[in-house]
């Protein structure tokens, strides 16, 4: 039987909302698609790792706008980058270039490594940039030698997440979602993540399925409880891909820009097994709080595919994200963020594994990069509890809460999130 706190965390924490929260909310259930459910509070100012609702209530952001807020909330650099580059142009359609577009792309193809002849494509989201590179994938596909007469496929995991647009969601594991929206791309097929068997049988049946164009993975699997797919599995991929002249392309778009603890997932040994894609896509993180996504294209060939015409966007590479973007890049460099990442990480995972909460059974993630496992599926009571205590975490899965904090976050700031978790109570109902 659940305490009375326990069922009240559990509904949402309702009962304690305040005056003006109420309100607003009533409000924006009259207005907004119910896409997202009811929202959870009504913010309305944030400073540093910490953000305040309508009602003045106080809270440890742990989730960072789902890993997107690398730098906190009102960073001077980044204030100082948007408010400049405003006061110059804020939009210039893709008829022109800007200095920060250009600047930005040269940084993220130095962070990622990439060979000489490496491009960028800009979007504004995640879903934008695993669109984008479906279509990479397709048109690597047209060029292969193929005598089946099908269409190339791209593979994708089970349980992994790459975006609901069409295109993104036809390679996007969770039925519940994908499903409702069928037929979708043809062409796109699912390997259980991990099965290494699998995945060679999946490359192995190009004669009576068609050639694979592309493999399309996370390195670790965020939306199904920041599950890692295993450096042995990745390596397999690598191996396949050029046994069979396939494309191996990471989503990065919630791993990339030092969440892991390296600018990107595929750069840790221990995630990637060291090899390198032929494409990666990245998003959130990138632009400190400003829509911001795109892909990156390996090589002067893979590079090559796309041509005028071929693809586009109207706000791709808009000035004032890529502003953005330079001065997210630069402060996680000056600051040294991404040791801070690694370091804080492993404070966080090792307090949580030692703190005696009879709730947990384990944690697991890189760096700032985290999922605490239930002992029973109670993720949204427990992250209610959470919410009601000061402390934003994430029930990113039944038996599992994600943690994704600001990159600047600090070892007190750790401190103080533990001290929360750890008295989440374990009789709470199950979601």
């Known amino acids: 039987m659940a305490s009375e706190n326990a069922q009240t965390a559990a509904q949402g924490g309702l009962e304690t909302l305040g005056a003006r929260d109420a309100a607003l909310l009533e409000s924006y259930s009259a207005v907004h698609m119910n896409v997202f459910g009811t929202p959870l509070r009504v913010m309305d100012h944030a400073k540093g790792a910490r953000i305040w609702d309508v009602d003045g209530n106080e809270y440890l952001d742990f989730l960072a706008g789902i890993a997107v807020n690398s730098l906190g909330y009102?960073?001077?650099?980044?204030?100082?980058?948007?408010?400049?580059?405003?006061?110059?142009?804020?939009?210039?359609?893709?008829?022109?270039?800007?200095?920060?577009?250009?600047?930005?792309?040269?940084?993220?193809?130095?962070?990622?490594?990439?060979?000489?002849?490496?491009?960028?494509?800009?979007?504004?989201?995640?879903?934008?940039?695993?669109?984008?590179?479906?279509?990479?994938?397709?048109?690597?596909?047209?060029?292969?030698?193929?005598?089946?007469?099908?269409?190339?496929?791209?593979?994708?995991?089970?349980?992994?997440?790459?975006?609901?647009?069409?295109?993104?969601?036809?390679?996007?594991?969770?039925?519940?979602?994908?499903?409702?929206?069928?037929?979708?791309?043809?062409?796109?097929?699912?390997?259980?993540?991990?099965?290494?068997?699998?995945?060679?049988?999946?490359?192995?049946?190009?004669?009576?399925?068609?050639?694979?164009?592309?493999?399309?993975?996370?390195?670790?699997?965020?939306e199904a409880g920041v599950l890692p797919v295993g450096p042995e599995f990745v390596r397999a991929?690598?191996?396949?891909?050029?046994?069979?002249?396939?494309?191996?392309?990471?989503?990065?778009?919630?791993?990339?820009?030092?969440?892991?603890?390296?600018?990107?997932?595929?750069?840790?040994?221990?995630?990637?097994?060291?090899?390198?894609?032929?494409?990666?896509?990245?998003?959130?993180?990138?632009?400190?709080?400003?829509?911001?996504?795109?892909?990156?294209?390996?090589?002067?060939?893979?590079?090559?595919?796309?041509?005028?015409?071929?693809?586009?966007?109207?706000?791709?590479?808009?000035?004032?994200?890529?502003?953005?973007?330079?001065?997210?890049?630069?402060?996680?460099?000056?600051?040294?963020l991404i040791a801070n990442a690694e370091e804080r990480g492993a404070q966080l995972r090792d307090a949580l594994e030692h703190c005696g909460n009879p709730l947990f059974a384990s944690v697991r993630g890189r760096g700032l990069l985290d999922a605490i496992v239930l002992k029973h599926p109670c993720a949204h009571a427990a992250a209610n509890w959470a919410l009601e205590h000061g402390l934003i975490v994430n029930p990113v899965a039944p038996g599992a809460l994600r943690m994704a904090p600001p990159l600047i976050i600090t070892a007190q700031d750790v401190d103080q999130a533990v001290e929360v978790l750890a008295a989440i109570p374990d009789d709470l109902p199950d979601d």
């Open 237 to 336: 991929a690598r191996q396949l891909c050029d046994e069979y002249g396939s494309m191996l392309i990471i989503d990065e778009v919630q791993t990339g820009i030092g969440r892991t603890g390296e600018w990107f997932a595929f750069q840790r040994e221990d995630l990637s097994g060291g090899v390198t894609p032929d494409a990666i896509t990245f998003a959130k993180g990138v632009a400190g709080g400003f829509p911001m996504g795109g892909l990156i294209t390996f090589g002067k060939r893979n590079s090559s595919l796309f041509t005028p015409g071929s693809h586009g966007s109207t706000f791709a590479g808009n000035p004032l994200g890529c502003a953005c973007g330079v001065a997210t890049l630069d402060t996680i460099e000056s600051e040294g």
């Open 74 to 222: 009102g960073h001077p650099a980044w204030i100082k980058a948007l408010t400049e580059q405003a006061s110059k142009v804020a939009h210039t359609s893709n008829y022109f270039a800007t200095v920060p577009q250009i600047t930005l792309a040269g940084k993220l193809i130095e962070k990622a490594g990439a060979p000489e002849g490496s491009l960028v494509y800009f979007g504004n989201s995640g879903a934008e940039g695993n669109e984008a590179a479906i279509k990479f994938a397709k048109l690597h596909g047209n060029t292969m030698e193929n005598n089946t007469g099908k269409p190339a496929r791209v593979l994708a995991l089970t349980h992994g997440f790459h975006g609901r647009t069409l295109g993104a969601l036809s390679v996007t594991w969770k039925p519940t979602i994908r499903e409702q929206f069928g037929p979708l791309v043809p062409g796109a097929e699912f390997v259980e993540s991990g099965n290494i068997d699998a995945l060679r049988a999946a490359f192995a049946a190009c004669d009576e399925r068609g050639p694979v164009a592309a493999i399309i993975m996370e390195l670790i699997q965020g």
